[in-house]
């Protein structure tokens, strides 16, 4: 069987990847899965509008 998606290889710290195989069996995903579900999140975040970008008042309290 083929691939279509490319594999890639990461490190993570033995308590990272024991919160992801607990999240990822909670979700009835695999690893991989659920680490793409996170991901496709954060895009989506970066697609919404955030009203408090270039706002003027959030300029003065920084």
């Known amino acids: 069987m083929s ?3 490319p594999l890639i290889h ?9 919160f992801l ?3 990822a069996k909670q979700q009835e ?3 991989g899965a659920h680490i793409t579900f ?3 999140q954060e895009m989506e ?6 009203p408090a970008v270039g ?5 003065f309290h920084q």
């Open 3 to 5: 691939r279509i998606n």
């Open 10 to 18: 990461i490190r993570l710290e033995p308590s990272v990847k024991d």
């Open 21 to 23: 195989q607990r999240r």
């Open 29 to 31: 995903r695999t690893m």
């Open 38 to 40: 996170l991901l496709r």
């Open 45 to 50: 975040k970066e697609k919404a509008p955030d």
């Open 55 to 59: 706002s003027k008042s959030d300029a």
